[in-house]
């Protein structure tokens, strides 16, 4: 897995490739049959921005009347 390419921020000079190639080879067996995972993962990225919140009672309202339909729903194949 690999990736080239020129990384540049608005306003700023590019400052070329970001990433390292990796080579990754597995060969034989876990023993016992157990699994093997690879993650790759980007959680030193940091994004500056405004998060728009959410209104909780709305969406619990909203929930609601959901639950309240299957619910009913429900009661309606029964009887």
Known sequence: MFYTDIVSVIG?????????????????????GGSLIFQQDTDNVVENGTITPIPEPSTMLLLGIGLMGVAGIRRKMRG
């Open 12 to 32: 700023e000079a590019p400052v070329g490739d970001l990433y390292a190639t990796i080579d990754i080879t597995f060969r034989g067996t876990i023993p016992g």
